[in-house]
């Protein structure tokens, strides 16, 4: 009732409805009632509506409700052994990892976190002095054993209480509180991967480590990282072992289609989990550099050197080794990769030109920051990347069904030239490139490239137009469309819009493009024309 009729609408009864939810949650709530369920969804609702008008009843609101949800808990975590009463003692054990527990009880423990989460991530720094019991709650049920939705939740909590008290801390003394919050949570999650089975869930919990490194940044020592890494590599390991008995089981004689194709999403999931960890290695390189190197060393030998130089690896292999090169680069620079920066450079400009999209678009994209993070260096193979670009956007596609990885890789490639014309200027045939690389905007796939690279074609007309504008204006028409494309869309910001602005501002006060551009509109399509005008 509160969504239906809106905020304003529900305000004036706002203080009347909370009340009685709190009376009703603090004393007529027990057992297995099903009002907990109808109580928990209308916190979550009330939450998402009212934002932070709720604040004035937290204290008010949490107490009893923290008991509640603890009830839902309890009662969840005993559902499953009613429904194994017929089971021996061995195969309830075997169960335990093995099953997915689906009740009312589970459901409503589900629909608690997911509330807890929902109120942690509207209130934020509001919600700091309740991160505790929330902490209490949650932590027990990180390897909640009989339902795996629960313990993708839980994982995903765990760096929003983490972000709530970094926010919400001020003083000196406040890093040392987040270290030690993230260290715990880094060991639960840690020993819940050990025992977890479901690639989809391990997923998740390692988006739950990266975040917290992003969020704490160096908390752990350098015994500590290289403890980390070492469990990195089991997760390696046992999801290839995994997916190998995924195929040698697709093979045997009785399998059934369905079977197979449960199995190869099963692989799917696999490769997924395969990105996390190269995701989880980026933000460990990024927060704990030099720490990293001995690790850096285990994985050059052990992995990058084999996999790239075998030329019967699998594809999902050498993008993982790829993503790791990118993240090496770019969060550890050649100062830290001196005797190997050469060999992985090498190996990127031959993945560039790759036949799969999926593969080249993590070398094109590790080009372009190898030009933004070490120009001098980079100067030295300019000529040859910038050739091994041009030809990796020209590539064709090869199916449809590749388009979103085709137009990754294609924008990549594009904004590793933009960010290689930005990095050396001068260096380079800059005027050249930008001919070329006008002809590829504006980007669409990858947003973040897009915003960056939009960005940048607008600081150039501002700042030197001839460079891009050709020596008649001839590009006018192309910048213009560019322009009435992306204003006003996800692939643009307010600092872009501003800068079109400007641009058309001055393009209007002068007599010679004044004429070029009132011209070069009028052949743009009827929205990008629209546009422009009103800028105009």
Known sequence: MSYSVGKEAFSKYANDVIQAMISIQTNSVEGNDPLKSYLISGWQRLCLLLEKDILPYMRLIMPSLFKMVQDVLNASSKAPQETEQHLTNEEVAEKKFKENVNTSATEDAELAVRMLCVFIDELGTSYSEFVESTVELLVPI??????????????????????????????????????????????????????????????????????????AGRFLTGEEVQEYCNKIIVVLQESDNRKSENESYKHQEDVEEEEIKVLERDNEKEDELHDSVADLLGALFASHQELTLPFVEFLYTNILSKTLGNNQASNQHINFSLQIISDMIEY???KHLPDKWVALTEAL???????????????????????????????????HVIQTLR??????????????EYGNAQDNSVAALGKIVKALGDKVNFQEILQFWLKYLPLRYDKEEAIHQHQFLTEIVMQRPELVLGASGENLPKVLSIFGDIVDTKISNAQIKQNIQTVLAQFMSNDSTKALTLNAVQHLSEIQKAKLQKLI
């Open 349 to 383: 400009i031959k993945y560039a030109v790759y036949s799969q999209a999926v593969i080249r678009q993590p070398a094109v994209y590790a080009l372009g920051v190898l030009a933004e993070k070490n120009p001098e260096e980079f100067q030295a193979i300019a000529d």
């Open 332 to 334: 550890l620079g050649i």
């Open 391 to 404: 030809q990796a956007i020209q590539i064709p596609i090869h199916s449809q069904d590749e388009k979103i």
């Open 142 to 215: 990180v390897d909640f054993n009989t339902n795996d939705t629960i313990r993708k939740i839980v994982a995903s909590c765990l760096p929003k209480l983490l972000r709530c008290t970094a926010n919400s801390l001020q003083s000196g003394t406040a890093m040392q509180i987040i270290y030690n919050l993230a260290r715990a949570f880094n060991g639960v999650l840690w020993n819940a991967i050990a025992t977890e089975f479901e690639p989809e869930v391990i997923i998740d919990q390692i988006e739950a480590l990266r975040e917290i490194l992003s969020i």
